[in-house]
């Protein structure tokens, strides 16, 4: 009986080891063929760096490349002592920025919450790729199924974001060195959110705006949007639309009254930069390094200063200067951050 006893023992520990071995394998794999972002499209390793953060924000800025390209938060903390961070991802929609909201209030609530309002063009999903872009780096939560299952295309599947390795298989044979490099960590691509370019590209030949055969925002848009206002509204959160001062795509006057109605009818803070773009100084021939699509450093610092105006004017955010962790955290920041500028602008002049 002992014997016996000893055998299915042994029997069972070899069973646990090898579910374990395989397991072990299967995670191993899904790590190497997973895309990571860091030498290559790296807006898809955006989202995921929040997490590395000590959570305690005055402002989260949520929404697409015009709010990740043309805000530095940096700047806001060096002159207006605002502590603050962009949950920013390439074409996000406006259920993504919404459960990107409810996943940050698992984690903090800010004083202010900054939405950019260039997507309500979308009332549907529009393409995968940017979906994983924005969804994959989440951490598991209900808000992230939710994301998920608002975001799917016809051909995608639920199960294929919780085992990536079903996605993602086929890159075993196109693997690169990064997908070895980064199998176990990740750098930051980003300063609190802002992606820094010092290039410069002048924005000239500006495309005419095609006529629509419908201005209207779509219903499942609103209804985001709606959902965006109450959640802030229950959570004591200010909220602001803004429409960045990106001068193409182009934003139509249609869309800009229903902004306004909306932001009037709610009782919301709207700004949009386009109309400002005077006061806040800048010059699109010198102060982007796309032809207007999005501003480099120059421009971002100039619409960050105009932004840090309004949130302690309008919205009351007082600077939070000597708080003892808070300054220590930013000065090993900004040491980053300076550097990689002056690096940039090394390169670039090298390039002349």
Avoid at 140 to 150: L, Y
Avoid at 172 to 194: C, M, S, W
Avoid at 209 to 229: I, Q
Avoid at 232 to 243: H, P, S, T, Y
């Amino acid at each position: 009986m002992k014997n016996q006893g000893r055998r299915r023992l042994r029997s069972a520990l070899t069973a646990i080891l090898l579910c374990a071995v395989v397991v072990g394998a299967l995670v191993l794999e899904t790590r190497l063929v997973t895309p990571k972002y860091m030498t290559d499209i790296v807006e898809g390793a955006m989202i995921a760096e929040y997490y590395d953060e000590v959570k305690d924000h005055d402002v989260i800025f949520i929404g697409d490349c015009e709010l990740y390209e043309n805000i530095t938060p940096s700047l806001l903390w060096e002159e207006y002592g605002i502590n603050s961070y962009i949950r920013g991802s390439a074409q996000q929609l406006i259920w993504q920025s919404y459960y990107l909201l409810e996943d940050t209030l698992r984690y903090e609530k800010p004083k202010v919450v900054v939405f950019n309002v260039l997507s309500m063009q979308y009332n549907e999903p529009q393409k995968e790729a940017y979906n994983r872009m924005t969804i994959d780096g989440m951490r598991w939560s209900t808000a992230k199924i939710r994301s998920i299952e608002a975001s799917m295309m016809p051909d995608e599947h639920m199960i294929e974001y919780v085992f990536p390795l079903l996605r993602y298989h086929s890159r075993i044979t196109e693997l690169k060195g990064e997908d070895l490099k980064y199998l176990f960590h990740a750098d930051p691509v980003t300063y609190n959110g802002y992606y820094m370019r010092v290039d410069v590209r002048p924005a000239e030949n500006i495309p005419p705006a095609k006529p629509l055969g419908d201005y209207r925002f779509g219903s499942n848009a609103y209804k985001y949007l709606d959902m965006l206002t109450k959640t802030c509204a229950e959570e004591g959160i200010q909220l602001v639309l803004v429409k960045a001062p990106s001068l193409y795509p182009h934003w139509y006057d249609e869309w800009e009254e229903q902004m306004e109605d909306y932001a009037e009818r709610h009782g919301l803070l709207y700004v949009n930069a386009l109309e400002e773009l005077e006061d806040i100084g800048l010059d699109f021939s010198t102060d982007t390094y796309d032809a207007g699509l999005h501003l480099n450093l120059s421009g971002a610092e100039k619409w960050t200063r105009s932004l840090g105006e309004l949130l302690t004017k309008e919205c009351g955010l007082e600077s939070r200067r000597g708080e003892a962790d808070l300054e220590a955290r930013w000065e090993e920041k900004l040491r980053r951050y300076y550097a990689d500028m002056e690096r940039m602008k090394a390169e670039e002049a090298a390039k002349r």
